[in-house]
Nanobody, 123 residues
Framework: QLQVVESGGGLVHPGGSLRLSCAAS????????IAWFRQVPGKEREGVSC????????YYVESVKGRFTISRDNAKNTVYLQMSSLKPEDTALYYC????????????????WGQGTQVTVSS
C-alpha cells in the first residue's frame, strides 16, 4: 500500500519547537516533491512548505519563513518540518503530500496524502 504518514504533532507553548515527520511506505520519496499543508476548521487547506526532488529547492509560505525548515532524509524515506518560534496562529492539522519531482501550488496535483498530525500552540 502506497502511503505517507505524518507524526510529531502535539501541544507546545508559544515560542516552542516541534519537528514533524512525513514517512513514505510502499514507494521511494527519491522521485517526489513533498509538501506540508495545514488546515484549521472553516478555512481552506494552506500550503506551508515544499521541497522539490529534482533540484532540491525549498519553498515556504511567507508567514513561516525564518521559523520553519523543511528537509529530507532519503535513506530514511522521510521528510521533516522543523518548526521553531511557534505562534498560536500555527495551530492546525498538518498534512504532508507527495507529487512527482516538482513542487506545485495546486493541492489537486498531489497524489498521496497523509491523515494529518495536530499541532496546537497554546499557553
Amino acid at each position: 500500500q502506497l502511503q505517507v504518514v505524518e507524526s510529531g504533532g502535539g501541544l507546545v507553548h508559544p515560542g516552542g519547537s516541534l519537528r514533524l515527520s512525513c514517512a513514505a511506505s510502499g514507494f521511494s520519496l527519491d522521485y517526489y516533491a513533498i509538501a506540508w499543508f495545514r488546515q484549521v476548521p472553516g478555512k481552506e487547506r494552506e500550503g506551508v512548505s515544499c521541497i522539490s526532488r529534482r533540484d532540491g529547492r525549498t519553498y515556504y509560505v511567507e508567514s513561516v519563513k525564518g521559523r520553519f525548515t523543511i528537509s529530507r532524509d532519503n535513506a530514511k524515506n522521510t521528510v521533516y518540518l522543523q518548526m521553531s518560534s511557534l505562534k498560536p496562529e500555527d495551530t492546525a492539522l498538518y498534512y504532508c503530500a507527495a507529487r512527482s519531482y516538482y513542487c506545485s501550488d495546486s493541492r489537486g496535483s498531489y497524489n498521496y496524502w497523509g491523515q494529518g498530525t495536530q499541532v496546537t500552540v497554546s499557553s
